[in-house]
């Protein structure tokens, strides 16, 4: 296990506590729930540039570092890496804050999404312009 520092200047997308019911047979946290996190972490950025409804179309990676407990609070960060005239590629990085009494931070797992903006019809749309 390799101690990080959370990454600086940025706010987690979502932040987490593993919960015992989230555990696998093997008594740490079941990787399902994590991939759950990291989509739902995700779709925030992608709902904010599509400025309305998107859905996943692909994991396009995603990999496991280092398990993760009951009790960990889990951080992740989302960033846009890519856009397409439809489609939003994310970045998504997690980590993991355990032992509060001496503090740890361990990257967990990182994962790349796409998703697609959608219309009322649920078919692909074009992304809005962006005015800065």
Aim: contains cysteine; charged residues 25%.
């Amino acid at each position: 296990m390799t101690q990080v520092n959370l990454p600086k200047d940025k706010i987690p997308t979502i932040r987490i506590a593993a919960m015992p019911k989230d555990t696998n047979s093997a008594g740490s946290i079941f990787g399902g729930w994590i991939m759950s996190q990291i989509d739902i972490a995700a779709a925030i950025p992608a709902l904010e540039r599509a400025q309305g409804r998107v859905a996943t179309v692909a994991v396009n990676s995603m990999k496991f570092h280092e398990p993760v407990f009951v009790g960990d609070v889990v951080s992740c960060y989302a960033d846009i890496i890519k856009t397409g005239s439809t489609s939003i590629t994310i970045k998504v990085e997690v980590y993991a804050e355990r032992n509060p009494a001496k503090k740890e931070i361990v990257k967990v797992t990182e994962a790349e999404l796409t998703f697609v903006a959608l219309d009322e019809n649920r078919r692909p749309r074009l992304l809005p312009e962006i005015n800065e």
